[in-house]
């Protein structure tokens, strides 16, 4: 195979967007499951595997200065919060605090690859990325909304 890590990487993330979508578009219950449940666990995992490739930006980069530790604390806070939306909620209330995580990991990323001329695909990338998985999300919430109206 002759792939770049790029190439695969840009595959990768275009195809975690389709859960998002599937779920999203599915009905209310799929094979006896949940949808809504799939896709909040889904998108805790995914945000979560997000704030941890920040930990991981940390290790390679430069050491020992405050925005390293602020990154290492939000990163970690950021997963954290990720997993208590799949543990604690099954509500709307948990798909906006999913979007604000993707939000915030999405600024982060900014200041990490946009300024980064060799890494600046990878900003546009998840600007793309990130877009499609809050429209999903709007479709999610959509639906909540439809089904909690007489």
């Keep these: 195979m002759n792939a770049s890590p790029r190439q695969v990487s840009t595959v990768l993330t275009l195809s975690g967007v389709l859960p998002f979508w599937f779920l999203a578009l599915s009905p209310e219950s799929l094979f006896g499951l949940n949808t809504a449940l799939l896709f909040v ?19 390679a980069g430069p050491q020992g200065n405050r925005s390293t530790i602020l990154l290492l604390v939000t990163s970690n806070g950021l997963a954290l919060i990720s997993f208590a939306t799949a543990v604690f909620s099954l509500s709307p209330v948990a798909l906006l ?18 300024g980064d001329g060799a890494r600046r695909w990878y900003w546009r990338l998840r600007l793309a990325v990130t877009l499609l ?18």
């Design 97 to 114: 605090i999913q979007l604000i995580v993707f939000a915030i990991l999405l600024v982060v990323d900014h200041g990490i690859y946009a």
């Design 41 to 59: 666990t889904y998108g805790a995992i995914i945000s979560a595997f997000l704030a941890g490739a920040l930990w991981g930006c940390v290790q």
């Design 133 to 150: 998985v809050s429209l999903g999300y709007a479709v999610m919430l959509l639906k909540w909304m439809l089904a909690a109206s007489p």
